[in-house]
């Protein structure tokens, strides 16, 4: 484990209604207690602000490789992730993409239980971006 990590799991609350479906790869909503950590929109680029790829897959995958980054810097893991909001630019190329975007979160993230969203937009910032991700995460105290 890196210096500054925590070696805690987190206090975290999955919230489900009774009677209400399980959702699959999320969560309806998450409550956690410890240090707050909130990361800006992160796009499918490397070090030098270039995209690694033209596809929505390469770049989901980098954009979830840039939040872990970011968020060890705070000392956290992927499991202290509880909000994930996905904000891409074509919904059908997302949707088919679905199953190795999901290959892509399992493996860098895990299978933790974030609260998540996901939405349409008609363009990014970047010109060339597909998808930028943000997120919010709990480390423990």
């Keep these: ?61 980098k954009a979830l490789e840039n939040i872990v980054a970011v968020l060890a810097e705070a000392g956290g893991r992927p499991e202290h992730l509880v909000r994930v909001t996905w904000y891409v630019t074509d919904k059908r190329e997302y949707l088919a993409a679905g199953r190795e975007i999901g290959a892509a979160y399992r493996e860098i993230i895990g299978s933790y239980n974030a609260a998540m969203s996901a939405v349409e937009v008609s363009a990014l910032m970047e010109d060339g971006a597909k998808i930028e991700i943000e997120a919010t995460a709990v480390v423990p105290d």
């Excluded at 992160?42 to 070090?47: H, L, P, S, V, Y």
């Design 1 to 61: 484990m890196e210096a500054g990590m925590s070696d805690t799991k987190p206090d975290v609350q999955v919230l489900l209604p009774p009677g209400w479906p399980r959702p699959k790869g999320y969560a309806n909503g998450v409550a956690a207690r410890g240090r707050s950590v909130h990361i800006a929109g992160m796009i499918g680029w490397d070090t030098d602000e270039r995209l690694v790829g033209v596809d929505i897959v390469s770049q989901a995958r």
